[in-house]
Each structure stands twice: as C-alpha cells, then as structure tokens.
C-alpha cells in the first residue's frame, strides 16, 4: 500500500477516531458515583458512543494500514483507557439486554445485589483486564508489610495478597490503579511514640513515601494521585491520609473507618470490613443453626466506649428480659460465639469509631446483623443491596429496638437469614484467595472506582 498517496484520508480518519475517544474518555471521566447501578448509569445516549466509534469506522478502516499506524500511535496510557472504555460498554450491554453470563464457580443473583448481572459482567470484566502496580520503594516493616493478627489484622492480609496477587504487573505502564504499600498500622506501631500525641512523624511518614514515588515516578504527577490506592484499618487511617491533600481529595482511600462525617467519600473510596480472625484463618468461624434453633431474638456484648454503645447500655444493658440479651461482659462460661449462633439478630455497633468485626462475625455464624450505626458506609455497599439481609438503625431507634425487631414478620427473617449465607462468600479470608470473596470484592471496589476516572496523559 502506497502511504504517502493515502496520508491526507489517513490523517482525516485518524483526527475522527482521535475526537472520538476522547469525546468517550471524557465523558466517562465525568461521571462519579457513590452506587454500583449509577456507575452503570454511564450516559443516556440511545446507542453506547464507543460502539458507534467501532461501528462506524472498524468496517472502513479494518482492512486499511493506516488503523495499525494509529494503534502503534496510542500512549500505553490511551490503550488503558480505550480498554476501559470497552469494558464499560460491556457492562452497559449486560444491563440493558439483560444478559447471563456462565460462571462454574459461582453466579449471582436474587435481591443480595442491586443488578446481579452488572456486578457479574464487571467482576468478570476486572478479571480478564485489572491490572496493579505496587510501588517496591520501602522497606518492611513499614512499607510491604503489616501484622495479620488482632481485629485490625485484615490490613495486613490484603497488603500480603496484593504483592503475592494475580492482578499484579510488574509494569507501571500497563497498570491501571497504584498502590502505596505503606501500612498505617505499622506507622502507628513503629513511627507513633506512645502518648505523645505526636502526628507530625506518621504524616511525615506518608508523605514522604508520596513525595519519593512523584519524583521517581510520572503516574502520581500525572492524575495527581486519583488512580493510586491505599488501605488501612487501623482509626487513624484517614487523619494520617489528610496530611497530603491530593490523597486526601483524589486517591482511593480503603479504610475501615467509612464514616462520612470524618470526610469518607464513598464515590472514591472504598469500605473495607473489620475481620477478626483469633487462629488467623475463618476454620471454626463459618455455620451456625437454622433459624427455628435460634432462641434469643438479639444478642451484643461488648465495651461501653463511644456514643452509641452508651445508649444501648442505657437503655437496654440491665433488663433481664430474656429476649434481648445486651451486655457489657458475658457471664463466666457463656461463649461469645455460641450467643451468636443462638440469635436470631447481632447488633454491630459503633464504638469510638464505626468499624467493627462482629458485622461479619454475624455473616459467618447466619445471625441477621444489625448495623447501629451513624454515618457508615457498609462495605460493598456499591453492589450489594444490605437492607435484603441486614437490619440498618441509627441511635435514635435504640429505644424501639425490641419493637422494631418483633415487626419484622418471621418470613421476612428467614429470608434475610438465608440471604445472609449467600453473601457471606464476599466477606470470607481464604488463602490464597478464591473468586468472590473479600479480597476480590475488595479489588472490585477499587475496580468500579478506577472506571469512574479518566487519566490524561501528560504528554498529550
């Protein structure tokens, strides 16, 4: 083929497909949500854009050369987003024609999620395509590392998974999120001087890490930090993340602490559960009885700090109804874990902050969780719809709490009860990790949050 005769048409395609794209990008880029179903809300044009740039031009430009001159034109970064493109579309088909998808693992469905093929067709789309990048500046036990023990241990176990995962590149330039493998825990474990009431050193901690990776690195200079990732469990997770602005404001922050009255954003950031694990693994955590074995109607025990935690106690800490079984210290020889499997409903509230494990201790054991919680943004909450197999409160219910539970009909328990069993696979720890549980829901998270975004290159 003569290039120099077809260079004016070439030049002509190549500026349309080009307007094209990024007329594409940027629309995507735009939009934001806090809800799995808005995300896929992308547009309400009659006809997918991306599809009429591919059905448009391919069938002129398939058998041509100049389409092969274009695609070694695009950046690493316009071959990214252009992939991200797609996947959205196919997102957006699932939905609109309501297709099915074969899974031999496990396919969802049922009223647990808000669109079950949506989130089906993107789990599936984030497996063929996701890609992460870690950072290897930094040295243990602050950076690559944390504990895996104690309720805060999930931070440690994803940090591990991460840099051991699948979904890891070893090339920056093929990476669509990057993650900042420092860990908050171990900050405050090595950094923090007890009772010193010193953040300067964590923040600085931070910071510095950022500082290091811009200077090495274009990625973090380049989309000024909104595709990169970090995740902590401990409280001060996001204090110490408001000491560097762009991480503050554009990064995807997966915190245990998603209280939006402490600046949780859920249109960026990702709740991440609290799990406690006592043998490090769920063995012994996982079953409980059905529902007619289940004798006491709810069930908490636990200390009296925070709020929340006060009322309950107030209200409810010394009646002797044996219903509800409220308690600061559970009598000599009751078991914790055996009074969750003997309840119907496991209150889950707030302490000093709004993370606590026994949500999912209640998934595991088949108790019905109730969240009493202020200003909490449930994990996965993006996808999964938590009123189908949770009861949400808010202090102000805890005075009705026994009415409140005693009008919720014994069919419609029984159904969030057996809905509870279906979703618990998205919050168990396996290892190595297995599709659909939390580790992959986690990534799914950052997955969605990643589609809402449009990079640029700076070269451009």
């Known amino acids: 083929m003569d290039f120099t005769a077809t260079s004016s048409s070439s030049s002509r395609v190549v500026w349309l497909i080009s307007v094209s794209l990024i007329l594409v990008s940027l629309y995507f880029g735009l939009q934001s949500s ?10 309400n044009f009659s006809q997918f854009l991306a599809t009429n740039v591919s059905s448009k031009k391919e069938s002129q430009l398939n058998n041509s050369q100049p389409i092969v001159k274009l695609q070694k034109k695009l950046s690493s970064l316009e071959r990214l987003e252009a992939g991200l493109v797609r996947a959205r579309a196919a997102i957006k088909q699932a939905q609109s024609k309501n297709q099915t998808f074969d899974d031999p693992e496990y396919v969802p469905t049922g009223p647990i999620y808000w669109n079950p093929i949506a989130f089906h067709r993107s789990y599936l ?15 243990p036990p602050v950076f690559h590392y944390s504990a895996s023990q104690g309720i805060l241990g999930i931070e440690g176990i994803l940090i591990h998974q991460l840099e051991i995962s699948k979904f890891r590149t070893n090339d920056p330039e093929k990476a669509h999120v990057y993650f900042l493998p420092f860990s908050v825990l171990s900050i405050v474990s090595y950094v923090y001087v007890v009772d010193s009431r010193e953040w300067g050193p964590m923040r ?12 090495k690195y274009p990625y973090w200079n380049r989309s000024l930090g909104s595709d990169h990732f970090m995740l902590a469990c401990h409280d001060w997770g996001p204090r110490i993340s408001l000491a560097i602005p762009y991480l503050y404001k554009n990064s995807i922050r997966v915190l245990c602490n998603a209280n939006t009255s402490e600046r949780f954003n859920p249109s960026k ?16 955590l996982i ?5 007619s074995h289940r004798s006491v109607l709810v069930f908490y025990a636990g200390g009296i700090h925070g709020y929340i935690r006060q009322v309950l106690m107030e209200y409810w800490g010394k009646n002797d109804d044996p219903d509800v079984q409220i308690h600061e210290y559970l009598p000599k020889n009751v078991s ?25 201790e209640a998934l595991y054991m088949g108790c019905v969780p109730i969240l009493l919680k202020d200003h909490y943004v449930a994990p996965f909450s993006d996808v999964l719809n938590w009123k189908s197999f949770a009861v949400e409160m808010t ?66």
């Open 125 to 139: 789309e984030m497996e063929k395509h996701f890609k992460i990048y870690v950072y290897e500046e930094g040295e």
């Open 269 to 284: 950031d990702v709740s991440l559960p609290e799990i406690y694990l006592p043998q490090g693994t769920t063995d012994g």
């Open 336 to 360: 914790y874990y055996g009074m969750i499997r003997k309840s119907k409903y496991c209150i889950c509230p707030s302490g000093w902050e709004v993370a606590s494990p026994r949500m999912v």
């Open 395 to 460: 202090s102000n219910d805890i005075p009705n709490l026994k009415k409140i539970l005693n009008a919720i009909p014994q069919r419609q328990y029984i159904k969030m009860q057996k809905r509870g069993l279906q979703v618990r696979r998205h919050f168990e720890v396996n290892f190595p990790p297995r599709r659909y549980d939390v580790f992959h829901m986690i990534l799914h998270s950052i997955w969605l949050r990643r589609l809402n975004i449009h990079v640029h290159d700076t070269k451009e």
């Open 34 to 43: 806090s809800t799995f179903p808005l995300v896929l809300s992308f547009g």
């Open 204 to 215: 600085n901690t931070a910071a510095d890490y950022i500082d290091n990776i811009s200077r």
């Open 287 to 291: 079953g409980g009885p059905s529902p």
